[in-house]
């Protein structure tokens, strides 16, 4: 999805923690979003980097190296509920650009 | 519930026709996007509006158009329908003007479009 890599699929355990990857093309970078969608759903807003580090919200965290390229989105303490699609987008200038997604099982 | 909403929710159309999406953005709002997600497939960008202007257009095909009106509201026009548009179509919203560029987007729960 237009220069973003992420891996298609990842499964997990429940209580476990688990981390998502997301490589993108840093020309126009304005900031990196991440996205939980559930199947059929629309895409409900996670977190937000623009500054390199970690911003943590609760069980979830996200992590920027605008250097890099790179970023990961951390799920702690998984739930069943956690499974799911998950986004990563990049801010073209002022457009939001998104990868194809992580499909993230969690299993009993 | 987002505030962004979508209508209609359930499309069913034959192809060769041409149907109309319309998206009420969140109050306040002024860009609205326009994404497709095919089966199993991620967003693919469409095109985006801001305070009534085309700002950035991605992979939309020249059957496919969209406008922002006065009140902010937009459509996604859709013509010469083939099998291969069957997808959900989502519109999203965020504030560009106030809060500047480093603000989430806010999306609809989408129009599922089936052409048969």
């Known amino acids: 999805g237009q220069n973003i890599d992420q891996p298609t699929e990842m499964t997990a355990t429940e209580g476990a923690i688990v981390q998502i990857n997301c490589t993108y093309q840093t020309s126009g970078f304005n900031g990196l979003f991440w996205y939980q969608q559930h199947a059929g759903e629309a895409p409900t807003f996670l977190s937000y980097n623009v500054l390199d580090g970690l911003e943590e919200k609760g069980r979830f965290s996200s992590f920027l190296s605008r250097s890099k390229g790179y970023s990961y989105l951390l799920l702690k303490e998984l739930q069943m509920k956690d499974s799911a699609s998950y986004l990563c987008?990049?801010?073209?200038?002022?457009?939001?650009?998104f990868g194809t997604g992580t499909r993230l099982q969690v299993f009993p | 519930d987002s505030g962004v909403t979508q209508t209609p929710k359930h499309l069913i159309t034959a192809t060769g026709q041409r149907v109309t999406l319309r998206c009420s953005p969140r109050?306040?709002?002024?860009?609205v996007y326009w994404y497709q997600q095919s089966l199993d497939q991620g967003l693919q960008f469409l095109i985006q509006y801001y305070n009534g202007e085309e700002r950035a257009k991605g992979n939309i095909l020249e059957r496919f158009s969209a406008q922002q009106f006065p009140d902010l509201h937009s459509e996604l026009n859709l013509s010469s329908l083939e099998l291969g548009d069957s997808a959900l179509y989502f519109c999203a919203s965020s504030v560009t003007r106030d809060r500047g560029l480093n603000t989430e987007a806010f999306f609809g729960q989408g129009t599922r479009l089936t052409v048969v």
């Open positions: 987008a990049r801010r073209d200038t002022d457009k939001l650009i």
């Open positions: 109050s306040g709002d002024l860009s």
